[in-house]
């Protein structure tokens, strides 16, 4: 009957130190705080804002034409990327992209088109949103 309270009681303690050592593996802190969600997709043109005061007001994003698509970014695999911007001056939704390439640096996008280098701080990337700041503090929000 030893045997098995025994048995039991060291399995139990296995099992707690395991969930231990998983929970531990999976926190922000040994990444250095990065998340370990996929930057790499569509992402959508969303909404545009600030913070002052403390307080984040976030709006539609004005640069995208109504009846249209969203404007997009595409941060492909290999580092390179495709910037999407839907305009109906000439034709209506007509597509325009500018190509370009991007990097990552812990929690900071740097994208490279058309000579032009933009550095924004990743305020928030889940699967479904990320949202940009840059050093002015300008915000955009994107979603696939």
Known sequence: MKTVSLVKTSMMVALVLGMGFIGSSCSDDDNGGET?????GKWRFSKVGTTINGV???VDAPQNQAGC??????????NTLVEG???????ACALFT????????????TRVVD????????ENLTLSELKLKNA?????????
Not at 36 to 40: D, E, F, Q
Not at 69 to 78: A, G, P, Q, T
Not at 98 to 109: K, P, T, V
């Open 56 to 58: 984040e007001t976030l």
């Open 85 to 91: 911007d839907y305009d109906s001056t000439i034709d």
């Open 115 to 122: 000579g032009v280098t933009t550095v924004q701080d990743i």
């Open 136 to 144: 002015s503090g300008a915000i955009e929000l994107y979603i696939r």
């Open 36 to 40: 370990v969600a996929p930057l790499a």
């Open 98 to 109: 500018d190509n370009g390439i991007y990097s990552r640096s812990n929690n900071n996008l």
């Open 69 to 78: 698509e969203r404007d997009f970014i595409e941060l492909k695999s290999d």
